[in-house]
């Protein structure tokens, strides 16, 4: 079983991280993750109980109990205020 990474952003930002760093694709892939682009919330809710890692400008807190297996969170943002990140800490 492959490890999971989900992406919810903007359909711009998602070409970023598809195309650029190559690295971080060939990374992930060499690793056995999955990546999963997500158009929707509801595909993203759908698909985070599974991912380790969780790349999106927002996060809420009510979404952290469908996380079972979260390992990361990393935004694409250069601020954090769309992402819980005390109840992340916690």
């Not at 809710?45 to 991912?51: K, M, Q, S, T, Y």
Request: charged share 25%; aromatic share 14%; with cysteine.
């Amino acid at each position: 079983m492959s490890r999971k990474v989900v992406f919810f952003l903007k359909s711009y930002a998602i070409s970023c991280y598809v195309t650029e760093p190559m690295e971080l694709r060939n990374f992930l892939v060499k690793y056995d993750f999955e990546l999963i682009y997500c158009d929707s919330e509801e595909e993203f809710l759908e698909n985070l109980p599974e991912a380790e890692i969780a790349i999106t400008s927002l996060f809420k807190a009510e979404w952290l109990p469908k996380a079972r297996l979260l390992k990361w969170v990393t935004t694409n943002s250069a601020g954090r205020e769309l992402i819980a990140v005390a109840a992340l800490e916690a």
